[in-house]
């Protein structure tokens, strides 16, 4: 199971924000459902071309990377430092028994 990042390498980063976001497994229907509902404190652009609030979108798959593995991403939201989301994303071919071996891998593009 994945650790959560330590308070000191997030202040090293420089990581700010945060996901609000639900995973649970459809055991029928061997799915994986996400449902992505919002972020908050994205840090504004400094680029006069693009402008200066972030468009942000989130990509997500399951590591190891396989052929099998799925890669979900929402839609590009509309440009706020706030952006909502609240979708559900499906992850379909996702075996219980490997499910235990699996990391989420969760990527805020803007």
Known sequence: MAQ???????????????????????????????SVLAANGLQMRNDAD?????????????LPFTVETNIVRTEVAEPVTDPIWNTTLEMPNV????????????????
Not at 50 to 62: D, H
């Open 4 to 34: 959560p990042i330590p308070e000191d390498s997030i202040r090293e980063r420089n990581i700010i924000g945060g996901i609000q976001m639900q995973v649970w497994y459809r055991d029928g229907k061997n799915e994986l459902s996400i």
């Open 50 to 62: 693009y402008g200066s609030l972030p468009e942000a979108y989130l990509q997500i798959k399951l």
């Open 95 to 110: 075996r219980s028994e490997t499910l235990i071996e699996k990391q989420m891998e969760v990527i805020l593009y803007d």
